[in-house]
């Protein structure tokens, strides 16, 4: 992997939302302009074979010590894991705060009938999005997913996506992007 060149003060940019979102296409588009260390749960479970297995919570261990060891070392860092969970949105700004990293967080919605047709699209593909770290997620699971997954809260800074407009344009709505 080549790492991009360390800045000043690192930034932290982490996702949530529902599965088929966007948060994936967001985080990708937001590399193309921040030179960041990309890391991935997904790829971790899958490259360490934790995603079928007790062992799965280890995915997790690894990715928390990776985004904060190259946080330490000054890089930007783009943590693509589902950050749905007030705690763990807390633990990450927390970490960010330890390296002193500015943190920018992002709530990709997508309405549920576009989810649906993604995971869809995706079921049809199932063997090379893996390949791409990405799955499929049947619309049972989508829905409580969307009931569990918790919205920010007032001491939250976030930022917040339409998975189905242009990313660019609204992240440069934001002050992301010139």
Known sequence: MVLPDRVEQPALFMFFGVPGSGKTTLARKIQQYYPSVFVSSDEIAQTFYLDQTDFYHWTFDIFDHLVEKYLIAGYHVIADTNADKYTIRQ???????????????????????????????????????????LFYVPEKELREYQQALEPPRKDETVYIIDGQRDLENQLKDIGLMA
């Open 91 to 133: 633990s990450m700004y927390k970490m960010a705060h330890t390296c002193g990293a500015n943190v920018f967080c992002f709530w990709v919605q997508a309405k549920m009938d576009s989810l649906i047709k993604r995971q869809e699209e995706r079921k049809q593909r199932q063997d090379q999005l893996r390949k791409e770290h």
